[in-house]
C-alpha cells in the first residue's frame, strides 16, 4: 500500500472534524491496513477502552445461555426480558407483553 | 503477539482468552471510532463494542479462513450497534429479523475514490442529515429499515432523504 492517511488526519477523524469524503477514505483505508489500525488503536483512550473490555470479559465468562435465550436476543428482545421468556399465552393483542 | 488475525480468531474458537485480548486490542479501538460515526451515543457505541467481542467469543468458530478478518469484524459491529439502537427505540415486533451478511469491503473500495474530484465536495455540501443517510445506505449498504432504525427516523423520510440526497448531487455535478 503505497499511501496512508498523516497521524493529523487520523486524529482530526478520531474527534469528529474531518468532511465525510475524507472520512470515508480514512475508513476505507484503515479498516484493510494494519499499521493504521494499530495508529488508531489508542485514539478512543485507554480508560473507556480497559472498561468496555471488563464488561466483555463479564459476558464472555458468564454460563451461556439457553437456546430460547440466544434466539430471543438474536430477534432483538431486550436481555432483562428474556430470562422470563415462557410460551406465550394466547393473546387479544399483536406483539408481546410483559 | 505476532500472530495473524485469522491465526487468533482460529484459537478464540478453541476458548483462547488471551486471543480474544490481542484481537480487542488491535481491533477495538477504530472500530469504536467508526461506530461513533454513526451513532452520537457513547454509551450506545460502548455497547455495541462489547457485544462485538462478545459475539466473536462465541461466533470465532464460523469465521471462514479465506475471509478477511478486519470486515467480518466491522460487519459484526455494525450489525450489533443495530440490534443497540433498536433495542433502545420502543421494541414491536418479535419478527423484526436482522438483514444477515452484509458485505462493506467493496464498497468501501469503490468508495476510496470519492475523496478526490467532484463527488467528495457535492457529498460534503450535504446537510448532515443527508449525510447520514447515505453513509448509512451507501457506504454501510443498509436497507432503508435499518437506516431508520439506527437514524431514529421513520423509513419514509429516510427513503426522501436519501432521493433528496441523489438528486442535490446530481444538481452539484451537473453545474
Known sequence: MTWHPSADAISAYAINRLPSSQAWSIEAHVAGCDPCRRAAADLPGAARLEAIWEATLEQVDAPRRSVVEMALGA?????????????PRRSRFPGWRR | VDSSDTDLLSAIADGDRNALRILYERHAGWLLLRLSRRCGDPDVVNEAV????????RRAASFRA?????????????????????????WESVAEWIQPG???????????????????A????LSPELKAVVQAMVLDGLT???????????????K????????????????
Do not use: K, N, Y
Not at chain 1, 432483538?76 to 415462557?86: D, Y
Not at chain 2, 452484509?102 to 467528495?120: F, L, P, R
Not at chain 2, 457535492?122 to 455540501?125: F, G, I, N, P, V
Open chain 1, 75 to 87: 430477534v432483538g428482545v431486550p436481555e432483562h426480558l428474556r430470562g422470563s421468556w415462557r410460551p
Open chain 2, 102 to 120: 452484509v458485505v462493506v469491503s467493496a464498497e468501501d473500495e469503490v468508495m476510496v475514490g470519492v475523496e478526490h474530484g467532484d463527488a467528495g
Open chain 2, 50 to 57: 462489547q457485544d462485538t467481542f462478545v459475539a466473536v467469543w
Open chain 2, 122 to 125: 457535492a457529498l460534503d455540501r
Open chain 2, 66 to 90: 479465506e475471509g478477511e478478518p478486519a470486515a467480518w469484524l466491522w460487519g459484526i459491529a455494525l450489525r450489533r450497534l443495530l440490534d443497540r439502537m433498536r433495542r433502545r427505540s420502543r
Open chain 2, 144 to 158: 432503508a429499515r435499518e437506516t431508520a432504525s439506527l437514524l431514529g427516523i421513520p423509513a419514509g423520510t429516510v
Open chain 2, 160 to 175: 426522501t432523504r436519501m432521493m433528496r440526497a441523489r438528486r442535490l448531487m446530481l444538481e452539484d455535478l451537473a453545474t
